[in-house]
């Protein structure tokens, strides 16, 4: 303490020297016990994939964290400010091939890696709860969560369509599929493949996760809406068109190869027309029974007998089934199992129809499935419509998908955009069935003599029945009612709520995650790994080929296992879960981090959540974000803790970018943290990520900008060091008057420059101190700092010759150092030190404004003549209405304003502004 500080601000022999001790301190930034009497807080940012070294976007991510934290114990709260390790993962592998460095090995690197920069960088972090989850004591939970989830019918198997990246060599997720690419590998076209694969059952949740989110008001709305959008709920009704087995080869319609308009639109994104894909199972059953001419047969009894035929049901799902009778043909995608059948005996059919697949892989390569040119043929068959035995006909086209909904649309020309669009094209009928209502148009008559007045397609819901036999003159929303409960009733349909959410396959043919912990035994099938053999341990020492597949299925010591249930030989799953798995609860364990024999104590959770702020990239609203929801409501369901919501505060941060791109290291701009930090200190670093913009913006990386906020920490460190002497007097001075509980003095025991000072101190406080709170604009925060400096390093030359008291001069050093702790911790602890306080900084009360200190002598009010300002007055701070109205009055430019006229009313707003109304 007593030793000179050097004479220029030096970070690098003051940052190692206070990280040194800090790492000494295992308590320093420790989370406290439940029962230590103080408010918690859980501030934690989304951990890091160890891919050996950190970016500018983590020094940003964590500087954000690491301020809010520090502030928040200062604030006197029990804040848990932990850190991990996202450490499974594809990278580890392809390392693991092009340097033939074992995944745990080289993982384990990065790690120690990354952790000696985020050491360097100063940032705040309970060491003590770390979480890696590549470690069998966090993984081993994930299979245990695992078998609690196949218990209860949420982990599931099935044969599906699965996305395949060809670079990964593994399965995707549909949320990692991006624009028809992996999202690992934004240039590889995904494929589709035929797997049996592992799900987890997140559809059972779909609605309590869109309901939910109207209770996070403390998220992002635009990370809500995404949510939203991708849970994509959609109301409507299911009904079965039935095959017409008496049509058999038909002449093919018109116009089939056309090459016509330029498509606007697909079903993956329409209005809700899919349905949960299990549905569109019950078509793998189809068989073409005895051809009967069903639509000959009288009224209703045709669908009797269609039904007694066990004919086949084509199922559609629609939002608008009032519109059925306007349907003019079914439309199933290519891949729909009946396509399969018709073409089976028709091989210039299926000529056609494999074009049309082509079309559809092209359009997803091209990767917007959305813009792709409608092409479709006629299948030469028909379908029945079930409310009124009426034929349409089938098509194939290119724009159904077999993976959404039931593959199968019903196409209503006269009330759909697309649906018109393609039936332009091919000359299909439009059939109008909706009737806009006229105002005035009461009756069905009347709004039926409407309908010609209609332009088609006529979308709206707001609309009567026409042409819709004994349906017609009901409203668009009676009609879907009634229409639903007819389908219901006679046996060809239901009501149905439909997600575009799909479960979570969570099956990867990869080495470096978690082992599904199933066994597969001839005789008793799938058996779970007991309980009490978890975890299921990766295999060290194999080799990574990425030759597809998975590679423990290379390793038959692995493969091989004794069956729990029967003892004889039996085979592991050697599929790994997805590392998202991994993500969804890892912010569950590091309140008890240690724990061998649970996931957790729930006693310790139910403390600890929700977290309160929650900091990561926007790039993360759906799957991270999705998953540790879902994850979050089955540990409720479980009984495991009591929060329905992990997070209560979410804060996306925006990208670091550099030369108008992201830092990438393909793009060749990256800037290294150790770089910077070696320059300019882990301070200014850290600052300036915070300072450059707001941090919901995206920042544009300026070396300049460093250098300048390196500058200015200079600059405090100077006007401290300078003036260290006095305010260690003054803190004696303030010590010794015991009767005094506040630094600093009372508003009517200062003046003069002290009173601006300390005005100017109090102002800086409040603004700070509220930003921290809401909107976080710490550019800004950082700003004010820089202003108060200022004024005190610009009324130096009376400060040097004492024209403000010691313990004034005190409370000002003080608190300009206690407001950059949360930004510049290592300068603020140094100068800490330096002006002789005791303990740690970190434990030092926040300050507090002072509202009558902070009050200006006098503001400055613009005054207005009838709306338009004319000048601004000086009054006095307390100046009531009537003050403020003479003041603007005595004003010569409004008295030349209003001289002549009459002011007809005075409105003034107290503290703000003066309008005189003038005639
Ligand atoms: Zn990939
Ligand atoms: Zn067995």
């Known amino acids: 303490m007593a030793e000179e500080i050097e004479q220029r601000y030096d970070p ?7 990280q040194q001790r800090w790492a000494a301190d295992p308590g320093l930034y420790a989370a406290e016990p439940a029962d230590c009497g103080k408010p918690k807080y859980y501030v934690l940012e989304m951990l890091p994939y160890p891919s050996g070294q950190l970016h500018m976007g983590h020094v940003r991510n964590y500087a954000i964290g690491d301020a809010l934290a520090r502030q928040m114990w200062m604030r006197g709260y029990n804040v848990l400010h932990p850190m991990g390790w996202d450490a499974f993962g594809l990278p580890a592998e392809n390392a693991a091939l092009k340097n033939h460095t074992p995944p745990r090995e080289w993982t384990l690197k990065n790690i120690a890696a990354m952790k000696r920069q985020f050491l360097r960088l100063g940032m705040g972090f309970d060491w003590a709860t770390e979480v890696t989850t590549c470690m069998p004591e966090y993984y081993r939970w994930n299979q245990w969560f695992f078998l609690k989830m196949y218990e209860k019918g949420l982990a599931y198997r099935k044969k599906s369509k699965v996305n395949w990246c060809p670079e990964c060599a593994t399965v995707l997720a549909n949320e990692q599929v991006v624009d028809g690419c992996c999202w690992r590998h934004e240039e590889t076209i995904v494929e589709q493949r035929d797997l049996v694969q592992w799900f987890l059952r997140i559809t059972a949740y779909a609605e309590e996760l869109l309901d939910d989110l109207d209770k996070l008001d403390g998220w992002p709305e635009k990370v809500r809406t995404m949510q939203r959008n991708w849970i994509g709920r959609s109301e409507g009704t299911e009904v079965d068109f039935f095959l017409d087995e008496g049509t058999g080869n038909r002449e093919q319609g018109t116009g089939a190869e056309g090459t016509g308009s330029e498509g606007t639109g697909n079903r993956e994104q329409g209005t809700g027309r899919q349905a949960d ?62 396509v399969a059948q018709l073409t089976a005996d028709n091989p210039a059919l299926k000529t056609q129809v494999d074009e049309l697949i082509e079309q559809q892989k092209k359009a997803r390569e091209a990767g917007d499935l959305g813009a792709i040119e409608k092409h479709g043929i006629p299948t030469g068959r028909v ?111 239901e009501a149905k709520v439909t997600f575009r959410l799909k479960d979570w396959g969570v099956s990867r043919q990869r080495y470096w995650g978690t082992p599904i912990p199933m066994i597969y035994c001839e005789r008793d099938g799938i058996v779970p790994v007991p309980e009490d053999q978890l975890p299921v341990l990766l295999p060290e020492a194999i080799e990574i080929t990425q030759q597809g597949g998975s590679p423990l299925a290379r390793v038959p010591e692995f493969v091989n296992v004794i069956c729990p249930m029967c003892g004889g030989p039996a085979k592991r799953e050697t599929d790994t879960m997805d590392t998202f798995v991994d993500s969804s609860w890892y912010f569950y364990r590091y309140p008890d981090a240690k724990n061998a024999t649970a996931p957790f104590d729930s006693k310790i959770v139910k403390y600890w959540f929700p977290i309160d702020q929650y900091i990561g990239g926007v790039e993360h609203a759906i799957l991270h974000l999705i998953y540790s929801r879902f994850w979050t409501k089955v540990m409720r369901d479980l009984g495991l803790i009591a929060n329905d919501e992990p997070v209560a505060r979410l804060f996306t941060q925006g990208m670091v970018i550099k030369d108008g791109a992201k830092m990438s290291k393909s793009k060749g701009n990256v800037v290294s943290p150790d770089d910077m930090v070696a320059r300019y200190g882990a301070d200014s670093a850290r600052m300036y990520s915070l300072f450059a913009s707001p941090p919901d913006r995206d920042l544009d990386w300026q070396e300049d900008g460093v250098a300048g906020v390196s500058r200015f920490l200079a600059r405090v460190w100077r006007l401290v060091s300078k003036y260290s002497a006095v305010a260690r007097a003054g803190r004696e001075d303030s010590q010794s008057q015991v009767s005094e509980s506040r630094p600093g003095a009372p508003r009517d025991q200062v003046s003069g420059l002290s009173l601006k000072l300390l005005r100017k101190m109090h102002q800086t406080i409040a603004k700070i101190t509220q930003d921290f709170e ?46 950059l702790a949360p930004f510049a911790p290592y300068l603020a602890a140094e100068l800490w030190e330096e002006l002789g306080e005791e303990g740690a900084l970190l434990r030092a009360d926040w300050p507090v404004s002072d509202p009558e200190l902070a009050k200006e002598d006098e503001l400055e009010i613009p005054v207005q003549v009838s709306g338009k300002l004319v000048t601004v007055v000086k009054v006095a701070a307390d100046a009531d209405g009537a003050a403020m109205e003479a003041a603007a009055r005595a004003d010569e430019k409004v008295k030349a304003r209003i001289a002549g006229k009459t002011v007809v009313k005075a409105i003034v707003v107290p503290g703000k502004m003066v309008n005189l109304v003038v005639k």
């Open 383 to 493: 379908a029945i419509n079930p409310y009124n035995g009426q034929p349409v006909p089938i098509w194939v086209a290119n724009y159904i998908l077999a993976d959404y909904g039931t593959g199968a649309i019903m196409s209503v020309p006269a009330h759909d955009e697309r649906d018109f669009e393609f039936a332009t094209k091919y000359g299909l009928e439009i059939r109008q069935v909706i009737a806009p209502v006229a105002e005035g148009a009461a009756t069905v008559g009347q709004a039926a003599d409407r309908a010609e007045e209609a332009v088609l397609p006529f979308v709206s819901e707001d609309g009567v029945l026409i042409n819709s036999g004994e349906f017609d003159g009901l409203t668009c929303t009676d009609a879907q009612i009634l229409l639903q409960s007819v389908a219901r009733s006679k046996g060809f349909g």
């Open 12 to 18: 690098v022999v003051i940052e190692p020297k206070w």
């Open 774 to 819: 809401g909107r976080w604009h710490f550019n800004t925060c950082i700003a004010a700092i820089m202003e108060l400096v200022n004024e005190i390093q610009g009324a130096d030359a009376p400060l040097a010759v004492g024209a403000v008291e010691a313990p004034v001069m005190r409370e000002l050093l003080r608190t300009v150092v206690l407001l």
């Open 277 to 338: 894909p299990a549905t569109s199972r019950s078509n793998d059953d189809l068989s073409l029974g005895t051809p009967v001419p069903l639509r000959s047969a009288q009224k209703d009894s045709w669908l009797e007998a269609a039904k007694d035929r066990k004919a086949v049901r084509i199922r559609v799902f629609t939002t608008r089934v009032d519109t059925i009778f306007g349907a003019t043909s079914v439309q199933l995608a290519p891949q729909h199992a009946l």
